[in-house]
């Protein structure tokens, strides 16, 4: 189990390091610059800008000054900041995970920002996947107890819905009849909890959706199997059986679902952001994007992918806690 | 052991292992899967292979063929060691050494049609003098399927009928040598016997040679010419059909012998099991000297040290047991004499 | 309705399948009696409906597509038909218990070994956990598991399939069941363990003087092991006798026919195996005449056209058969000629 933690945990490095990589790779074939703008910059100026960015340097040299920015690099005499980690070997000062200085918002530390925007996306995001959980597993479970039933086929259809209606389509109809229409929350913006419920309804259907299907698919197997039989042989009621035999079998394919799901949700979506005008990290990865803010951009790329997959292997150990017949070496 | 021109397929000390685990912080582990089988495989006979589940025959059958690799030792067809052969020519010799599986709902593509199914080897090899349709049809009815059948999908045929269509496709490029494993155990009792009169009729009409490999002794017994009793890896007796039913030498096989029920109320009431202790032990770790100490009934010391080795102890009858030797054949008279460990000669 | 000694009493027992091909009527009217400490094994091919019969008495046939759509249960003076679902449940597993072909699936593999044992106890019997731990503890002794108290914080899938079924057989027999029904308990096991538990099964019975149903492919499990047989091929009874008499004086072709295409060790090698032709019918599609009849050697006009009649051969020996009696009489003929 250590070893294989210790595995998964190292393999995180190459696996984002790529990422990384090929982020970097797409943002230099993209056409453009951070410093484009309508007139035409005079020759000079542009050559000033590129040398003030080590922009005239070769693309190896930048390749490799942008990898010590993203992990580690020794930090020059003079050089002060408060983010990352920072640490000495020997005489040199160390820092890691520093991604540097927007390129746009002049000033402000890519750190900084990813610090200050995600707790709004973050919210949003754990609110919807609990909300998702909570409706999607109660909706697959019952679904699935009551088969072919008016209740089965009312949710299915519900969660058929919920998959196929886009959020962007979802959260503007939310805004039209519940705050322009009958005034019960506001449209939009950050505020209190009344401004959370339309984004967080819009974020969590579809996951709800997919959480209720795939519930559902999970019990009717594992409640067509074997043991969940040699249960009920033993007398126990429908109640038991279920809770006690089937749901840990049934759950299995949601919470490899979960895992994924969670990062998309805490990341943000741009979509809910921008309709409810949500100052959230997802809001800002696109413009950045836009931008051609290259440290941003990184920053973000770096932060969420390493996200992804502590949260994929946070999954795959709770599958072991789930099936005992699992074994990590 | 030279080849000999009796013998189709010629086993040396054949092996199988294979390394599960081993990483950057755990140890590897050896399953020693098949661990040093020599045997001949005459022309023309059924030659059968019973254990118990995890003993390895099904392994061994799929070393043979080169559907699981060898790690060690020879297999000799036509002159060649098939184990050491070159893919390529390893292929071309497929065309000779076919197999039939258990599972008749799993081993054929849900996706391809029964003429699909039988034609692809006949295709794979270039075959069809004549067009393939024709060949796949005159298979069909070979097998005991109607020709009508040839657009059908396997699910849309019966446990039996789809063994048939397995038998057909290893027929399809004539060869000379199949092992069958498992073929009949998945079927009903009443299609049992149709699929072994078939198997029967084909030997005879085609002059095959069969590997059978089963956990039932009462087909095994009725197909076979001889019969291998493999244990953990190895093969502990080796003797024609009739004699290791009637004297088995091995307690083991006495045991597999006696733990068959017999259909007769009468039988059943009056005979003597010997029932084994436990279960067979892991091919991780197999114990060491006789694999079968630890559920032997005769054990000694020497049994826990010395590994047996196959000897004729009686005409055409080979065994693997430090306790027998030709002069004295019987191990419970040996065991009640107080006889030990015995000279092999 | 007590009679004297008889624990279930099943009559003319109906359970129908809608699927889409029909209504399949996987038991088609079957019954018979067991006796307080009686074994009685349920032979037939796959769909004959032998496990289904089971599952019927139990009332656990999934429902749709399945129905019981007549005749009686009787377990012990109780009409089990007519009882709720909650008092059914009262039944399963304290008086009536099953165990199932395959020990690998039966089992749940996400619980440990003691948790499956200890709940039917606790359900049934009122045990606290430590009586249900302990009273675990004994049972796994009672079916042969060498160090129980280790078995017991295990998991199914650490244990072999013999040791499984015995965990099966164990949780089977935790509240003392008056009737055991033990679905091809062996089937999935090697001939070696399969003695190993066909002996436990036995000496458990004679120990605790459980009847038991023992549902079985194989004729060879039941001859040593029943006193009664039953013999089903597409959801009919075929024939029903006392074991000895079915083995020496079968009176139905079908009958003849399973016994004689098992090979015999004592018979010479290289004989051609008596083989019954044909496949079992679809029994969605069933003919009006007899089922067997397509694959009967001795079919006669009659057979396609009308359905046999169950004849009485003798006291507890009856045939479904139009020639049940020239059969019956045929094999004295053999037996004679044999001995």
């Not at chain 2, 755990?26 to 098949?34: F, L, Q, Y």
């Not at chain 3, 046939?61 to 008092?87: M, Y």
Request: charged share 20%; aromatic share 6%; net charge neutral.
């Amino acid at each position: 189990m250590l070893s294989f933690l210790l595995r998964r945990l190292l393999l995180i490095v190459p696996m984002a390091l790529l990422v990384v990589t090929l982020t970097w790779g797409l943002i230099r074939i993209a056409p453009g610059t951070f410093y484009d703008s309508e007139k035409k910059l005079p020759p000079a100026v542009e050559a000033n800008i590129k040398k003030k960015y080590g922009l005239d340097k070769p693309w190896y040299y930048q390749y490799f000054i942008m990898l010590g920015n993203v992990t580690c690099r020794t930090m020059a005499e003079d050089e002060t900041t408060l983010n990352g980690i920072q640490f000495n070997v020997g005489s040199a000062r160390v820092k890691c995970f520093d991604f540097g200085d927007s390129l746009k918002y002049e000033g402000q530390s890519v750190n900084e920002i990813i610090r200050r925007h995600l707790p709004y996306s973050a919210t949003i995001g754990i609110i919807a996947y609990i909300l998702a959980l909570i409706v999607g597993g109660s909706a697959g479970l019952f679904a699935a107890l009551r088969q072919n039933s008016i209740y089965d086929y009312g949710s299915m259809a519900l969660a058929m819905l919920g998959l196929s209606v886009p959020n962007f389509v979802l959260g503007p109809i939310l805004v039209l009849i519940f705050a322009l229409g009958l005034y019960m929350v506001p449209a939009a913006r950050w505020g209190g909890i009344l401004n959370l419920i339309l984004p967080v309804i819009t974020l969590s259907a579809i996951y709800a959706a997919y959480i209720a299907r795939l519930t559902r698919a999970g019990m009717l197997e594992v409640m067509r199997s074997d043991y969940i039989r040699t249960a009920r042989a033993k007398g126990l009621n429908e109640t038991s059986v279920l809770l006690k035999h089937a749901i840990r079998g049934g759950i299995i394919p949601v919470v490899s679902f979960t895992g994924p799901a969670l990062a998309a949700l805490l990341a943000g979506t741009v979509v809910v952001e921008r309709i409810f005008s949500i100052p959230g990290l997802g809001n800002i990865f696109i413009q950045s994007v836009l931008n051609r803010d290259e440290p941003l951009t990184l920053g973000i790329v770096a932060f969420l992918s390493v996200l992804v997959m502590l949260l994929n292997l946070i999954v795959d150990i709770s599958y072991g806690f789930l099936d005992p017949r699992i074994r990590y070496e | 052991m030279e080849t000999n021109d009796n013998n189709l397929i010629s086993l040396q000390d054949l092996q199988v292992h294979y390394r599960i685990g081993g990483g950057i912080f755990s140890e590897a582990k050896t399953v020693k899967a098949v661990d040093g089988v020599t045997l001949d495989i005459r022309k023309g006979e059924t030659l059968g292979l019973v254990g118990e589940s995890g003993c390895g025959k099904s392994t061994l059958g799929k070393a043979i063929l080169r559907l699981t690799e060898p790690t060690g030792g020879k297999a000799f067809y036509n002159g060649k060691d098939l184990a050491h052969l070159p893919k390529s020519a390893m292929r071309e010799q497929r065309k000779d050494l076919q197999m039939i599986f258990q599972d008749p709902y799993a081993s054929l593509n849900p996706r391809m049609t029964v003429g699909q199914i039988i034609g692809e080897p006949i295709r794979t090899f270039g075959l069809a003098n004549g067009g393939i349709d024709a060949r796949v049809q005159e298979l069909m009815e070979t097998v005991g399927l109607s020709r009508r059948f040839i657009k059908r999908y396997p699910h849309e045929f019966s446990g039996g009928q789809r063994q048939r269509i397995g038998i057909a496709r290893a027929l399809a490029v004539d060869p000379r040598f199949i092992v069958a494993d498992e073929p009949i155990s998945a079927l009903d009792v009443s299609i049992q016997a149709q699929i072994m009169n078939l198997l029967e009729r084909l030997q005879a009409e085609k002059d095959l040679t069969y590997l059978f490999i089963s956990h039932d002794l009462r087909a095994v017994r009725h197909l076979s010419d001889r019969v291998a009793v493999m244990y953990l890896g190895k093969i502990v007796e080796l003797a024609p059909g009739k004699d290791i039913y009637a004297e088995p030498l091995m307690p083991y096989t006495k045991a597999l012998i006696s733990a068959v029920p017999v259909p007769d109320p009468e039988i059943e009431a009056t005979r003597e099991r010997i029932i084994l202790k436990g279960d067979v032990p892991s091919p991780i770790n197999p114990p060491a000297g006789c694999r079968f100490h630890t559920r032997c009934a005769y054990a000694i010391d020497a049994c826990r040290t010395t590994v047996p080795q196959l000897a004729e102890i009686k005409p055409q009858h080979f065994a693997a047991c430090i306790r027998i030797n030709a002069d004295n054949p019987n191990i419970h008279a040996n065991h009640e004499a107080g006889l030990g460990a015995l000279q092999q000669k | 309705m007590t009679n004297n000694g008889t624990i279930l009493s099943v009559k003319d027992l109906k359970t129908y399948f809608q699927t889409e091909d029909g209504v399949v009527k996987a038991v088609d009217g079957i019954s018979f009696e067991l006796k307080k400490g009686e074994t009685l094994g349920i032979v037939g091919e796959s769909g004959s409906g032998k496990s289904v019969t089971n599952l019927s008495i139990m009332r656990l046939i999934p429902e749709p597509p399945g129905k019981i759509v007549g005749g009686d249960v009787v377990f012990d003076g109780i009409d089990v038909r007519s009882l709720s679902i909650d008092e059914v449940r009262k039944i399963r597993g304290k008086r009536i218990a099953m165990i199932f072909q395959d020990p690998m699936t039966s089992l749940n593999p996400f619980l440990k070994v003691s948790t499956q044992l200890m709940e039917v106890t606790q359900l049934h019997l009122g045990h606290d956990k430590t009586q249900a731990y302990e009273h675990g503890v004994k049972m796994l002794e009672t079916v042969g598991i060498p160090d129980p108290r280790s078995r017991m914080d295990g998991y199914p899938h650490e244990l072999s399939g013999g040791m499984r079924q015995r965990v099966m057989i164990a949780m089977a027999l935790s509240c003392d069941p008056e009737l055991l029904i033990a679905d091809e308990p062996t089937t999935a096991l090697d001939v070696t363990i399969q003695a190993q538990i066909l002996e436990l099964i036995k000496d458990l019975k004679a120990r605790m003087g459980t009847s038991v149903i023992l549902i079985t492919h194989d004729l060879g499990v039941v001859a040593g092991m029943t006193e009664k047989i039953i013999v089903m091929y597409a959801g009919k009874v075929f024939e029903q006798a006392p074991t000895k008499e079915l083995f020496s004086t079968p009176a139905n072709p079908y009958t003849r026919g399973l016994l004689k295409s098992v090979p015999d060790p004592a018979h010479e090698q290289g004989k051609e195996l008596y083989q019954i032709p044909g496949l079992p019918p679809d029994v969605a599609h069933l003919p009006p005449g007899c089922p067997f009849a397509e694959r009967c050697d001795r079919v006669e006009d009659i057979c396609r056209k009308e359905y046999p009649p169950f004849v009485q051969i003798n006291e507890g020996h009856h045939s479904l058969c139009h020639f049940a009696k020239e059969v019956y009489e045929e094999s004295r003929r053999e037996k004679a000629a044999a001995a």
